[in-house]
């Protein structure tokens, strides 16, 4: 191939592609939904949809802070008991927990190394009513034993 060939090639293609990238631009747009089959921006009209979705957002997000606000102020004329807490510093971390004195929980969800994480859960399923403490001292029991049941026949 000729170099005066190859130039002449070179041009030609330029042409080419400066004359078919707008026809590829509005395929392609069309393609991944950008324009409708009417050659209309959608984007537009996505743009308005986004604009009016952020407003909503921000509306709900005061409403919730005003609820908030109002829930805090009530419960702080009910006197509602306010939680202690304990500050303790890790020896080796040198990381500071802040201690529930009611639910022993630090501020990361976790327990002290000497809690036990199955008392834990007896308390709250004691506290949820799922479960019911048991009374009495361990040991042998006596059983109720009434005149129908016939105990000494099944032995």
Do not use: C
């Not at 606000?69 to 202690?84: A, W």
């Not at 500071?96 to 929980?105: G, I, V």
């Amino acid at each position: 191939m000729t170099a005066r060939s190859k130039s002449r090639r070179d041009k030609n293609n330029r042409v080419r592609r400066v004359k078919n990238k707008v026809k590829e631009l509005k395929k392609l747009k069309k393609t991944l939904g950008m324009i409708d089959e009417d050659g209309m921006d959608i984007m537009e009209k996505v743009k308005d949809i986004t604009e009016q979705q952020k407003k909503k957002e921000n509306e709900e997000k005061i409403k919730e802070e005003a609820m908030e606000e109002l829930i805090n102020e009530e419960t702080k004329k009910l006197g509602k008991k306010k939680e202690k807490f304990i500050v303790i510093e890790h020896q080796e971390t040198k990381v500071k927990h802040k201690y529930n004195t009611r639910t022993m929980q630090d501020q990361f969800g976790q327990y002290p190394v000497w809690y036990h994480p199955k008392k834990e859960r007896k308390k709250k399923l004691l506290r949820e009513g799922k479960i019911q403490k048991k009374r009495g001292r361990p040991g042998r029991k006596m059983h109720f034993i009434d005149s129908t049941n016939n105990w000494r026949g099944q032995v």
